[in-house]
């Protein structure tokens, strides 16, 4: 069975800070993973995508397929990146929307000033 | 390009009412799929579809009806209402390969 673990359901750092939310999957095959971050009571949106590569408000996700890892980085904390991060997998290159998405519970990060 | 819509916003029934949830894209996407986000759960896949006609059960399906007669319209139905269905629901949608757009989302309480 696939499931995605965030074992943090709470991350409080400072401003300036590096922050680090960790996720951990379990897939049999070729997963694609994605953060989603959810600011206060709005829809989800898309952070990264590990196949794109792409860096966006400066967070990063390296796959580490060895230690079934998937974990966001941020080198220097903002206090617009307080919300709920969600890891998420999917088959690889579905994008997630032909099976639907398997989420992680979530992280609830605040940045303190 | 309205995106994802959902409607109502937020919803109070008392058990054993029914209703639906609806939602809508404008972007043509073949793929659209139901979510529900529960406190420290996270969000669980209830049903998803993958094209006009064809609909398929997620991880959390029992309690909840959907069909998919247009490419841009699916409904998710709630024939009777139980306490353990207060969640906030997400519809989402995608075209092959891309991520999921997500709607702003239902909040739905039931007394």
């Known amino acids: 069975a696939q499931r995605v673990t965030q074992p943090e359901k709470l991350l409080s750092v400072f401003k300036g800070a590096p922050v680090e939310l960790k996720c951990n999957y379990s897939?049999?095959?070729?997963?694609?993973l994605f953060w989603y971050v959810q600011y206060s009571r709005q829809r989800l949106q898309l952070l990264l995508r590990?196949?794109s590569r792409e860096s966006i408000k400066g967070f990063t996700a390296d796959l580490n397929k060895g230690e079934t890892s998937f974990h966001l980085k941020k080198p220097f904390a903002q206090e617009e990146d307080s919300a709920m991060y969600y890891c998420?997998?999917?088959?690889?290159?579905?994008?997630?929307?032909?099976?639907?998405?398997?989420f992680g519970k979530g992280t609830h990060l605040i940045i303190q000033p | 390009n309205a995106g994802v819509t959902q409607t109502p916003k937020f919803q109070v029934l008392k058990t054993g009412q029914s209703m639906t949830l609806q939602c809508a894209q404008d972007?043509?996407?073949?793929?659209m799929s139901w979510y529900r986000q529960d406190p420290g759960m996270g969000l669980r896949l209830i049903h998803y579809?993958?094209?006009?006609?064809?609909?398929d059960q997620g991880e959390v399906p029992n309690g909840y009806n959907v069909s998919r007669s247009t490419t841009e319209d699916f409904p998710l139905r709630l024939l009777s209402a139980a306490p353990s269905q207060t969640s906030v629901y997400f519809c989402?949608?995608?075209?092959?390969?891309?991520?999921?757009?997500f709607g702003p989302g239902t909040r739905l309480l039931v007394l």
């Open positions: 989402a949608s995608s075209g092959p390969q891309e991520t999921q757009y």
């Open positions: 897939y049999s095959g070729s997963p694609e």
């Open positions: 590990h196949i």
């Open positions: 998420a997998l999917g088959p690889m290159y579905s994008g997630g929307g032909a099976d639907g998405l398997t």
């Open positions: 972007m043509n996407h073949e793929y």
């Open positions: 579809s993958v094209g006009a006609g064809i609909t």
